[in-house]
């Protein structure tokens, strides 16, 4: 499955909902204001072990609209829109944690 | 026309959610009335004013430059939270230059950013007539 996050873990709980409910062979791509948890910061533990197992992507059109490109924690993937439609193809079942 | 001490709370990242540009809109007007503004960046807020913010590839307006305009309007206090740097593994090198021509020192210009603890931020805020939060 895949899982898109659009919200900041500093604001909404959205990723930990996500984080609780995920199998072993989803994805989470995050988007919007979901890709600051993409950023080295205090809730880079959130998704360090995922990243690490390369399951964790971030819009890269959102991450450069935050000015946020040279601080990425370990092991993102970026994508741009194809690459989420691919995504999407890829996974199936797509999950919208708004 | 009486002046008042205005402040505004900026908790959200600009494209998300309107509550950024909505935010910096109020804030011009509140200037055309020439009043006493303050802008306070706390939480996720602090990331409207990062440096090197580029929008092309979500064709959303590119609005960050739109501070570079504040120092002009005499909006020259904008209080950054530490707290919610340090949080985002942010640093004030992160943050945009925004300065402002100081009319009382020969026009020098001044930075416009000051990065405070909550603590102080707080006492700010009760020194205000009103605060507004976006």
């Known amino acids: 499955m895949l899982h898109t996050v659009n919200k900041s873990s500093f604001e909404r709980n959205s990723l930990q909902s996500c984080l609780n409910t995920i199998d072993d062979t989803s994805v989470i791509l995050l988007i919007e204001d979901g ?6 910061n205090n809730n880079s533990s959130m998704i360090a072990d995922l ?39 890829e996974h199936g079942t797509a999950v919208s944690w708004v | 026309m009486s002046t008042k001490k205005f402040m505004y709370l900026n908790r959200r990242s600009s494209f998300g959610t309107v509550y950024a540009l909505e935010s910096l809109e109020v804030v011009l007007i509140a200037a055309a009335f020439e009043q006493d ?7 996720d807020g602090v990331y409207q004013i990062v440096e090197g913010q580029n929008t092309d590839g979500i064709g959303m307006k590119n609005f960050s430059k739109t501070y570079h305009a504040l120092g002009d309007y005499e909006i020259n206090k904008l209080y950054v939270s530490a707290e919610s740097l340090e949080e985002r593994g942010l640093t004030e090198e992160d943050l945009m230059p ?23 931020l707080s006492k ?11």
């Open chain 2, 98 to 120: 925004l300065v402002y021509e100081d009319e009382d020192d020969d026009w020098e210009e001044k930075p416009s950013v000051k990065i405070v603890s909550n603590a102080e």
């Open chain 2, 37 to 43: 503004v303050s802008l306070a960046f706390i939480d």
């Open chain 2, 124 to 134: 700010i805020m009760s020194e205000q007539d009103v605060c507004l939060s976006f």
């Open chain 1, 35 to 40: 890709v600051i948890s993409a950023a080295k």
């Open chain 1, 51 to 89: 990243a690490t197992q390369g399951r964790v992507y971030a819009l890269k059109g959102d991450v450069e609209a935050r000015g946020i490109s040279s601080k990425l924690a370990d092991n993102i993937k970026l994508v741009d829109y194809a690459g989420f439609v691919d995504l999407v193809v």
